[in-house]
Nanobody, 127 residues
Framework: QVQLVESGGGLVQAGGSLRLSCAAS????????MGWFLQAPGKEREFVAG??????????YYADSVKGRFTISRANAKNTVYLQMNSLKPEDTAVYYC??????????????????WGQGTQVTVSS
């Protein structure tokens, strides 16, 4: 079991930056593949970024819409995963969810890979 708590959302102008944090308790983040998803009003929850580890290798995946703007990373000592979001656009406005999947994912993640979810944090980008 792992519990996930997101933080760092808020209101930002277009072109600005935010860093989301996902604090995990119960198990270390290195035991899980971690991901970020977003859900805009009236839409399906969709993949944003994922990070996973296998041996010495770290694997990261991004949705095409955020490549070059968002970066997923981990702080082992804090058992925390981050999503650095730069050059934000109004279409990035959504609730962002952190998710965990047991083991490693060495392919592009899917929503149903993840067993554990946080409560979400709202990100609003004004034009």
């Amino acid at each position: 079991q792992v519990q996930l708590v997101e933080s760092g959302g808020g209101l930002v102008q277009a072109g600005g930056s935010l860093r989301l944090s996902c604090a995990a308790s119960g198990r270390t983040t290195s035991s899980y593949a971690m991901g970020w998803f977003l859900q805009a009003p009236g839409k399906e929850r969709e993949f944003v970024a994922g990070i996973s580890w296998s041996g010495l290798y770290t694997y990261t995946y991004y949705a095409d819409s955020v490549k070059g703007r968002f970066t997923i990373s981990r702080a082992n000592a804090k058992n925390t995963v981050y999503l650095q979001m730069n050059s934000l656009k109004p279409e990035d406005t959504a609730v962002y969810y952190c998710a965990a999947a047991p083991g490693s994912l060495i392919r592009r993640p899917r929503r149903d890979d993840y067993d554990y979810w946080g409560q979400g944090t709202q990100v609003t980008v004004s034009s």
